[in-house]
């Protein structure tokens, strides 16, 4: 049962734009809601994190949105570069049970220079 | 980068034949997970332990069985492999559940 739903599945943008992309969680009681950059042949790397409690979290160019009433969040990737290009997962966790962590299935990013 | 040290890191082996896992971390992090990635399936916990011998299921955990016998290290094995375990397996760790899970840099198992 997939628990998070992540869009698009890919996504092209041109240097210097915004990326966005998109969750959707069904459990509202998840409770810590991380973005993972994964590069080829690598394991995913924490991005950014947000919990239920604020409704934005900014780091850098990398912005989290989140909506819990639509039970939403979303990346956004200010003046993109070719050296994001890579595949982003979101993800939910609800404390305290490890075992209910769950991934969205990733979008791939490709910034053109 | 979080000390997590995954091995072997690439296997090739047949169907029927057994397989183990290793997953060494150096941060003495209580938890520990093993996770399978497949192209469009994001990533889907195995199992996971919150502790020395404490160790749980996770969503996919058919086929696979672990291990902790010391907080830094987590073994995961598949006792009669089948190709449909072929994947690349991740490791992570975490201080706690309420927060980030840090990732090896994976094992990328083919079974023929």
């Known amino acids: 049962q997939q628990q998070v739903k992540q869009s698009p599945q890919s996504l092209i943008v041109q240097k210097g734009g915004i990326s966005i992309i998109n969750c959707a969680y069904e459990?509202?009681?998840?409770?810590?809601f991380p973005w993972y950059q994964q590069f080829p042949g690598k394991g995913p790397a924490l991005l950014i994190a947000i919990r239920p409690d604020v409704s934005e979290k900014k780091e850098g160019r990398f912005t989290i949105s989140f909506n819990k009433s639509a039970k939403q969040f979303s990346l956004h990737i200010m003046d993109s570069q070719p050296g994001d290009s890579a595949t982003y997962f979101c993800?939910?966790?609800?404390?305290?049970?490890?075992?209910?962590?769950?991934f969205g299935d990733g979008t791939t990013l490709t910034v053109k220079p | 980068d979080a000390g997590i040290t995954q091995s072997p890191r690439h296997k090739v082996t047949e169907t029927g034949t057994p397989v183990t896992l290793r997953c060494h971390q150096t941060e003495n992090h209580r938890y520990m997970y093993w996770y399978r990635q497949d192209p469009g399936h994001g990533l889907r916990l195995i199992h996971y332990s919150y502790g020395v011998k404490d160790t749980d299921k996770g969503e996919v955990s058919d086929g696979y069985s672990v291990s902790r016998s010391k907080t830094e290290d987590f073994l995961l094995t598949l006792e009669s492999a089948t190709s449909s375990q072929t994947s690349v397996y991740f490791c992570a760790i975490s201080s706690n559940t309420d927060q980030p899970q840090h990732f090896g840099d994976g094992t990328r198992l083919s079974i023929l």
């Open positions: 993800a939910a966790f609800l404390s305290p049970n490890a075992g209910k962590s769950t």
């Open positions: 459990n509202t009681a998840f409770d810590y």
